[in-house]
């Protein structure tokens, strides 16, 4: 299993981003097809576009091996009201993300 933020867009997602076709936004995603292992998101939704950071991309990434992916049960992106846009003053008026700019994934599987 390799997941996290890998502020990269996948060429899977090419129809919501509209991206030129040598963007290097889609390299490090490009690489992963190359490898084994499987975009569970976006196999398990059967490529239905499923944003995960607050500015609407889809950068994070949960990839597994056959092994683990035939016993994934579930996969999904948590919207619970969070991330929240807050502002706060530290020293200077800034807006963060609070308790951050990403939704969760939550992936469960069949042990």
Do not use: C
């Amino acid at each position: 299993m390799m997941l996290g933020d890998m502020n990269s867009r996948s060429r899977l997602d090419a129809d919501h981003y509209k991206y030129p076709e040598d963007s290097p936004l889609y390299w490090a995603q490009d690489y992963m097809a190359t490898t084994p292992y499987i975009d569970a998101m976006h196999r398990f939704h059967n490529g239905e576009y499923t944003k995960s950071h607050a500015n609407g991309d889809r950068i994070d990434y949960i990839y597994l091996n056959k092994a683990l992916y035939d016993r994934l049960t579930d996969i999904r992106t948590v919207f619970d009201g969070y991330p929240a846009n807050k502002k706060v003053a530290w020293g200077e008026d800034k807006t963060i993300w609070v308790p951050s700019d990403h939704y969760p994934i939550v992936a469960k599987f069949r042990l």
